[in-house]
Structures are given as structure tokens and as C-alpha cells.
T-cell receptor, first 111, second 116 residues
Framework: QKEVEQDPGPLSVPEGAIVSLNCTYSNSAFQYFMWYRQYSRKGPELLMYTYSSGNKEDGRFTAQVDKSSKYISLFIRDSQPSDSATYLCAMSGGGYNKLIFGAGTRLAVHP | SAVISQKPSRDICQRGTSLTIQCQVDSQVTMMFWYRQQPGQSLTLIATANQGSEATYESGFVIDKFPISRPNLTFSTLTVSNMSPEDSSIYLC?????????????FGSGTRLTVV
């Protein structure tokens, strides 16, 4: 079993839809949870960061962490074609602990 | 947040040869990380590079194949040695720290390596 599981998709939605991206994990030591966006032929870009459980909102993006269920989510409201990218969840135990990535979910938002 | 420059951005190499990838950060950082992203796959950590000490390699990666240098707090190199087609990947360097209100790893734009 992988430490972090993420459905690779692809996920195709119409413009304006609410997108839900999810990851599950098995290591209860994980405390830091991140979402990265990666456009084709680019390096990953940090999108959201959450420490421990709870919600965090930034514009159209909301990150949720449920440590009791070992489940994290990223919601994108009013999705735009420019949101078309691969979204990777990542997590670590903190400090300089190794960052473990999910497989990434490829999202396509069509006009 | 840190800005990372990686060179080369891409290369096509013959099997059996070696390629050295350079990573320059615009600020001093204690640790630098090298990742590999194989086609259609997620990111896998190769090694962690501290200035002034030997790099720490993850399981499945060895120094003879992926030697790393870290001569100062802003620069590191990763060499992919004796390359085979299986080494065709994107190689990324990364540093950790705060980016505004977010804490996480900043990545360079990567080196896209094709081995023929």
C-alpha cells in the first residue's frame, strides 16, 4: 500500500463547475499537507498549505484536512480553463521530513 | 519565497554518458532536495543535500549513479551517470521554506532528460 493515494484521473469538468480533488494517506505522523499545481512542462507550484486538521480558504481554493479519516481534499470553485493542470497532494511529518507526493490528478476544465 | 534556477532545461543524451544538472537558489538555504518525476508519474525524492556534508540518498538511489555536490548554501549539482533510457525523466531541485502564508517546497522548473 502506498503512503499516499490519489486518483490520477483524468477529470474533465465544464467551466464554472466545482472541482473536488482528494487524497488518502496511511501515515498518522503526517502533520503538514500541501497541494501543488503543475502545468505541462513546468515544475510544481505550491497552491495551498495546511497544518494538522481543518480548513483553509484562498480565493477560489479551499483545502480540507480530516486527520481522523486520513483524508485531504482540495475544492476549486468556479473552475476556469486556466485551472487545467495536474494537481498533486503532498504531505510530511514536518520540519525537514521527506515530502511524500500523491500520483497527481490531471484536471481539464473545458469552456 | 526562494527563486530556483535550473540548467539545462532539457537535454537529449546518449546512453552510457553522464549529465550534470545545476541548481541555483537566490537565497541561502540549509537543505536542497533532488526529485525525479518519471513520465506520467509523481515525484520521488532522490536525495537531500546539505552544505558541507555527504548527501543522504533515498532507498533505490545510490551515490555512484547520482553523485551530488553542494559547495555552498545557494548551489547544488546532480549528476546522472552512465545513463540508460530508464533514466529519462524530469529532474527537479527543491528547497523548503515559507512562501507568503504557505509553508512548503519550492521547485525549480526542472530538467527534462531524454536518454537515447
Amino acid at each position: 500500500q502506498k503512503e499516499v493515494e490519489q486518483d490520477p484521473g483524468p477529470l474533465s469538468v465544464p467551466e464554472g463547475a466545482i472541482v473536488s480533488l482528494n487524497c488518502t494517506y496511511s501515515n498518522s505522523a503526517f502533520q503538514y499537507f500541501m497541494w501543488y499545481r503543475q502545468y505541462s512542462r513546468k515544475g510544481p507550484e505550491l497552491l495551498m498549505y495546511t497544518y494538522s486538521s481543518g480548513n483553509k480558504e484562498d480565493g477560489r481554493f479551499t483545502a480540507q484536512v480530516d486527520k481522523s479519516s486520513k483524508y485531504i481534499s482540495l475544492f476549486i470553485r468556479d473552475s476556469q480553463p486556466s485551472d487545467s493542470a495536474t494537481y498533486l497532494c503532498a504531505m510530511s511529518g514536518g520540519g525537514y521530513n521527506k515530502l511524500i507526493f500523491g500520483a497527481g490528478t490531471r484536471l481539464a476544465v473545458h469552456p | 519565497s526562494a527563486v530556483i534556477s535550473q540548467k539545462p532545461s532539457r537535454d537529449i543524451c546518449q546512453r552510457g554518458t553522464s549529465l550534470t544538472i545545476q541548481c541555483q537558489v537566490d537565497s541561502q538555504v540549509t537543505m536542497m532536495f533532488w526529485y525525479r518525476q518519471q513520465p506520467g508519474q509523481s515525484l520521488t525524492l532522490i536525495a537531500t543535500a546539505n552544505q558541507g556534508s555527504e548527501a543522504t540518498y533515498e532507498s533505490g538511489f545510490v551515490i555512484d549513479k547520482f553523485p551530488i555536490s553542494r559547495p555552498n548554501l545557494t548551489f547544488s549539482t546532480l549528476t546522472v551517470s552512465n545513463m540508460s533510457p530508464e533514466d529519462s525523466s524530469i529532474y527537479l531541485c527543491s528547497v523548503v521554506g515559507w512562501q507568503g502564508l504557505n509553508y512548503g517546497y519550492t521547485f525549480g522548473s526542472g530538467t527534462r532528460l531524454t536518454v537515447v
